[in-house]
């Protein structure tokens, strides 16, 4: 074929050497990784926090004002952290690596967790929910940019 030839398009030698590292085992693994945190955001985010939430806040205030204030705030904290995650993402990278980054989102996230299963104050939920937010925009961020590589 007269473009393996001449070296262009998809059979520059830049070209293959990218792909020559191609490995079904790491489109496993990432599948995997994006299936088990896709699970996760669901549990974080989802009704599971939302009923935790409302019990303690009930507990406390017995004021259907306040659990619907603090609903809100749960939605409005979550796109803070996510909007902050999203803009220092690169710098994470830049600095400790991508693997490092990786583990530290999956840390952040199982403090998440920890919090809201030992600390029944509805304030500290909502600094959780920033955590969480912040963890998980790290965690698509980075499963998607590998996703792409």
């Known amino acids: 074929m007269p473009e393996i030839k001449n070296n262009i398009g998809a059979f520059s030698p ?3 050497k990218h792909f020559s590292t ?5 489109i496993i693994v990432i599948l995997s990784l994006l299936f088990f945190i896709a ?7 989802g009704d599971f926090l939302n009923i935790i939430l409302v019990q303690e806040t009930w507990v406390r205030y017995h004021s259907k004002m306040m659990v619907e204030h603090y609903l809100h705030l749960v939605q409005e904290i979550w796109w803070f952290a996510q909007i902050i995650g999203a803009m220092s993402i690169y710098f ?4 400790i690596g991508i693997k490092n980054s ?8 199982i403090l998440y967790f920890i919090f809201v299963a030992i600390i029944p104050i509805p304030e500290v939920l909502l600094i959780c929910q920033f955590l969480n937010g912040f963890s998980m925009i790290f965690l698509f961020g980075i499963l998607f940019s590998i996703t792409m590589m």
């Open 14 to 16: 830049k070209v293959l």
């Open 92 to 95: 994470f990278i830049r600095k």
């Open 102 to 109: 990786f583990i530290l989102a999956l840390i952040i996230w």
């Open 22 to 26: 191609f490995s079904w085992w790491k």
């Open 39 to 45: 699970i996760l955001r669901e549990l974080s985010q």
